[in-house]
């Protein structure tokens, strides 16, 4: 409806959605602009669109961050490392706003990284920290738009190969320990992952409340679960007296590398303590150990990393020398 004023304007005053819906009213110098206005705003509302959007989202990339890291990332075991790598990149996109990111914008920042060096496995999870930003605030409802870069890839990446040492490496590498190093607390600690398959940082916050029943229970995972393990009657001992004694471990990775520098064994790039983790993940599928027994003792969320020992297993893939379409037919040629 339009409607002239006392003071001579003219206003625009109707619900274009009709009873219920949001009410317009807005005054003019005079009736044509009233009527223009009548018309823009029915004629939005015919083709369902506001006739007055919300302005353009001007936060930047960093406050969506540090938004994102007071809803979820706070919560995270590597919420702030992930934080900090997060305004790292915004920092070389020179924080630009949020919305305007462009698939091209990443692309160009990856080839920066792979220029200097960075390992494509750390620019997937870059891309995987902005992707988590974006899902989890739309989600939220915190932003109107969706993920900006939902259509750039990750990098593919070459599967890691996983170094395990010989029974022969092992007796050498515990002899190393024993002679070498003076940190009371290496050689348990090695016992202690070669035997259930931890990672160096789980052996490293046990305490003595943590054995029980010939047992050794995880806590603070990486997957966040608790998990128990059965342990040797002379290992659950040696543990019990050490942990009684000096009540925790102290921080003995770096020892760890010197008594495993000092063996001359040699590790593919990046695989120092967690060769201890492998070690007992093949040997227990060399020794036959089912792998869903596998699964649980590593406290791995899915089959698929537990699969990375199939290999191994005396039984793997026989099935295709059994089952192919030549086993009864395969014989060698003789000729006449």
Not at 57 to 79: C, E, F, M, P
Not at 141 to 150: F, G, K, T, V
Not at 226 to 245: A, E, I, N, Y
Not at 297 to 317: F, Q, V
């Amino acid at each position: 409806m339009i409607k002239k004023l006392s003071t001579g304007r003219w206003q625009v005053d109707i619900q274009p959605g009709g009873r219920g819906s949001r009410r317009i009213r807005k005054s003019f110098d005079t009736k044509l602009e009233a009527r223009r206005f009548e018309s823009l705003v029915l004629a939005h509302n015919a083709q369902g669109n506001d006739w007055n959007p919300s302005a353009r989202d001007k936060r930047t990339i960093s406050q969506l961050v540090n938004l994102w890291y007071d809803a979820k990332g706070v919560h995270l075991k590597d919420g702030y490392r992930r934080k900090r790598s997060l305004l790292a990149i915004a920092s070389i996109l020179n924080d630009p706003a949020a919305c305007s990111l462009k698939p091209g914008h990443f692309l160009q920042y990856r080839a920066l990284k792979v220029s200097a060096g960075i390992a494509p496995k750390t620019l997937n999870n870059h891309l995987g920290y902005l992707n988590a930003v974006y899902n989890e605030l739309y989600r939220l409802r915190e932003i109107s738009y969706s993920n900006p870069i939902e259509s750039v890839s990750s990098v593919r990446v070459d599967e890691i190969e996983l170094s395990w040492l010989t029974s022969d490496q092992i007796q050498h590498l515990l002899h190393t320990i024993a002679n070498f190093t003076v940190n009371p607390h290496v050689l348990l600690l090695t016992r202690l992952c070669l035997s259930t398959g931890a990672r160096w940082g789980e052996a490293e916050r046990l305490t003595v409340r943590h054995l029980r029943n010939s047992s050794v229970t995880f806590v603070n995972t990486k997957s966040g679960k608790t998990r128990t393990v059965p342990l040797s009657p002379g290992l659950f001992q040696d543990l019990t007296d050490h942990l009684t004694s000096c009540v925790h471990f102290s921080g003995s990775l770096s020892a760890f590398r010197r008594c495993l520098d000092q063996s001359g064994i040699q590790l593919p790039k990046g695989q120092c303590s967690h060769v201890l983790r492998h070690t007992f993940a093949s040997h227990f599928a060399m020794n036959g150990g089912h792998l869903l027994t596998l699964q649980k003792i590593l406290g791995h969320s899915t089959i698929n990393m537990t699969m990375r020992y199939a290999h191994l297993s005396p039984d793997h893939l026989v099935d295709a020398v059994r089952l192919n379409p030549f086993s009864d037919v395969d014989t060698p040629l003789t000729h006449p």
